[in-house]
RNA sequence: CGGGCUGUAGCGCAGCUUGGUAGCGCGCUUGCUUUGGGAGCAAGAAGUCGCCGGUUCGAAUCCGGCCAGCCCGACCA
């Protein structure tokens, strides 16, 4: 490609609105442009890069016996209905009426979908089966950001495993998860495989591929000591029993005037250290009000309620909610006595006894509460968010806590989907049995931004070989030099050749210009060529990454590059 | 959905308080000079001032409504 003649437009000055380094520099680059909230064009460079992560995917999948097909994004919102999913993913669901009156749905994932046509699935002989696609996923995220990281149109490669048996269907997650640690390595990306929630996707079991950076969105606890790791809505940890007294025979109310938090009853003459109150919360959990009780010093997990109640909808109750139902305001609220609402505590709360809690009576608490003796618990519960420094779950040393962003999600779906929409095969026996299904996501356009997150410095992008738009780009120095011009453009001509993606900037810019954009667009080897280093027979390579440059004799540059590039693919 | 902010030329911004010719930098066009790290001089082109309504002799500016975008939070395969 001539540079001259092609479309990218790189900017001097950042993007106001834009944050995050993928953000800004795939704009400033010249590789995206913003139609409307969380909806991109790609431009040419920016489609080039797009196409090289596909491929870089689907060598990978079809590797391990994936078969490619395309379903639509229009899907009829009737399938959706048979899940239960126009529910569950109510809030990011893209509907509309066609002309005939009938209700669409554009597809956010397409379980629904790929398990409809393994209905014509009829015999065990004909599983395993594993299929994917690479298409169009529509989501109305109420927040897009960050450029392409959380957008509301993109795409995704999606693959669904069915298999007679959990035996086969881990087997395919497992292929998976080799395939997915394969081709972040090819993408360059470091990827941290964690234990996730499965949200809305049900199911077993789910691993996240998490990529370190501070434009993540997501909370990765893990354990430098070994290997555990796991996102924040599912980590666990070790953390030390509090010792207690007994306390008296029953709690003991007490006046506590303008105490509204844990931390005011800290310092209230009279009160308790936070690990010695118990923290009531009132949610609505599908329409059902319900005490959620954790330590004074503990945050609630809301992802590990949703999971562990299997509610569809969590929501905190509304003040006038919490006080028809306990009878007083949020600060004054307790679980001592209550057997209307379900109670659900935190297991850290298990063997407590002479805690502080709230009375349900305005400026009121109960002191010498023992939470066995008291509480009517309905059930105990997993709860709390996991802090750094905690205890390893594993290995007890301390955890720690960073931001990643979600680039990829494995999930043993089960027969969630399979025994909803009727996807049966005959086993051995002739009994019929709902296949086992499996579901694999990977971002696209995320991962191209998640590649830059990582890839960059003060100057703009730093593509791996792997995805850059092009490999080389070839600099001409003088452009109204006539040797300089022919010199480039054989080089030009014969790296095309030899099969390099090549880029000749032969605009009409003085040198300090095209270094920069080259530089800012992020081509990883740089051959400039001018009338100094023709002098001596030498064009002169500058690597991106390192900065490092040499000069090599015109005679052998093209054979050395191409090497050079192919080695690094 | 709650809070904060912003819409003025392709990009980045000023002007609005106090109503009266729509500006600056970059980019773009033409010419000359320049050319190994974002050149200089000169002459130009380009804007429904987000939209609708109101006040006024007159609105980018004041008032009302709406729309869009960004950030924080909530939310989120």
């Not at 234990?195 to 996707?201: D, I, R």
């Not at 354990?223 to 008296?248: F, L, W």
């Not at 992802?303 to 299997?310: I, P, T, V």
């Not at 931001?403 to 019929?432: N, P, Y």
Request: aromatic letters at 6%; glycine letters at 10%.
């Amino acid at each position: 490609m001539r540079w001259s003649h092609a479309f990218i437009p790189t900017l001097r000055d950042d993007p106001a609105d834009a944050e995050a380094a993928s953000h800004r520099l795939l704009v400033r680059g010249g590789y995206v442009r913003q139609l409307m909230s969380g909806v991109y064009s790609l431009l040419p460079i920016g489609h080039r890069v797009r196409s090289k992560v596909m491929a870089i995917i689907r060598e990978e999948i079809d590797a391990i016996g994936g078969q490619e097909l395309l379903l639509p994004a229009l899907h009829p919102r009737e399938i959706w209905e048979r899940t239960g999913r126009t529910e569950a993913m109510a809030d990011i669901l893209f509907t509309l009426n066609d002309l005939r009156g009938g209700a669409a749905v554009l597809g956010p994932t397409h379980e629904e979908i790929f398990t409809t046509i393994a209905t014509e699935l009829t015999s065990y002989k004909q599983v395993p089966q594993l299929w994917y696609q690479i298409q169009t996923k529509f989501r109305d995220e109420p927040r897009p950001k960050a450029g392409l990281l959380r957008v509301r149109e993109f795409t995704m490669k999606d693959s669904y495993s069915f298999d007679i048996d959990t035996a086969g269907l881990d087997l395919q997650f497992d292929r998976h998860f080799a395939a997915y640690t394969r081709i972040f390595a090819r993408l360059g990306v470091t990827a941290v495989p964690v234990e996730a929630s499965s949200g809305s996707m049900g199911g077993s079991d789910s691993v996240e591929f998490m990529v370190p950076s501070p434009a993540g969105e997501d909370d990765v606890v893990h354990c430098p000591a070994c290997d555990y790791a796991a996102n924040v809505e599912r980590a666990t940890s070790a953390i030390p029993a509090v010792e207690d007294d007994p306390g008296p025979d029953q709690p003991e109310r007490f006046p506590t005037p303008g105490v509204r938090t844990i931390a005011d009853l800290v310092e209230f003459e009279g009160g308790a250290a936070a690990d010695r109150q118990i923290k009531t919360l009132v949610y609505v959990l599908d329409g059902e009000a319900t005490m959620v009780l954790l330590r004074g010093d503990h945050e609630l997990q809301e992802q590990k309620l949703q999971d562990a109640s299997g509610a569809v909808e969590v929501r905190p109750a509304h003040p006038e909610e919490i006080r028809e139902l306990l009878g007083a305001g949020a600060g004054s609220l307790g679980a001592v006595g209550v057997s209307g609402p379900r109670i659900f505590a935190d297991l850290q709360l298990a063997e407590r006894t002479n805690m502080v809690t709230g009375a349900n009576l305005d400026d009121h608490h109960l002191r010498g509460v023992d939470v066995a003796r008291d509480i009517a618990v309905t059930e105990w519960m997993d709860l709390r968010t996991v802090v750094a420094g905690e205890g390893c779950p594993e290995c007890g040393e301390p955890l720690e806590v960073f931001r990643g962003i979600e680039a990829g999600h494995i999930f043993k779906l089960g027969t969630k989907f399979s025994e909803a929409l009727g996807a049966t095969v005959l086993d051995a026996d002739g009994e019929s049995v709902p296949l086992v299904m499996g579901s694999y996501g990977i971002g696209v356009e995320r991962n191209m931004a998640a590649v830059v997150e990582m890839n960059h410095d003060e100057r703009g992008i730093v593509w791996p070989v792997s995805v850059a738009p092009y490999e080389v780009v070839v600099t001409v120095v003088k452009m109204n030099d006539d040797d300089t011009v022919a010199a480039a453009d054989r080089i030009y001509e014969r790296l095309g050749e030899a099969g390099v993606d090549v880029l000749i900037d032969d605009r009409t810019e003085r040198p300090g210009v095209k270094f920069n954009d080259a530089e800012l667009i992020g081509i990883p080897y740089r051959l400039t060529v001018g009338p100094r280093g023709l002098a001596t027979g030498n064009v002169e390579l500058s690597v991106r990454r390192t900065g490092e440059r040499t000069e090599l004799p015109i005679g052998t540059v093209v054979e050395e590059v191409a090497r050079l590039v192919a080695e690094n693919r």
